[in-house]
């Protein structure tokens, strides 16, 4: 039954090369304005050297969206960037 963890699987339009997941996780490293901070794009890259799923945090959709201090969002162009260079890592 182990083996089956490092057997592929097709989600969506994406065929993964195992099924270990990263969960998604509130790191809460953002700065005030909700852009994820710079190291952040590291703390994803080197989870993702497995070529593996990773689901990232969450994520507020609108400035008046609840939130939590440090909290990342993705509805300014400077988040939108900040996330662009994580996906990207």
Not at 11 to 26: K, M, S, W
Not at 40 to 60: F, H, M, P
Not at 65 to 85: H, L, M, N, T
Request: one cysteine or more; charged letters at 30%; proline letters at 6%.
């Amino acid at each position: 039954m182990a083996e089956r963890a490092f057997t592929p699987i097709i989600v969506g339009d994406f065929t993964v090369p195992h099924r270990i997941v990263l969960a998604p996780l509130t790191r809460f490293r953002a700065n005030e304005e909700q852009v994820p901070k710079e190291f952040v794009a590291d703390y994803y890259g080197q989870r993702a050297t497995c070529k593996g799923l990773l689901i990232t945090e969450a994520t507020s959709i609108h400035e008046d969206a609840a939130r939590f201090e440090g909290s990342p969002g993705i509805y300014s162009e400077d988040q939108v960037k900040a996330w662009r260079k994580i996906t990207d890592r």
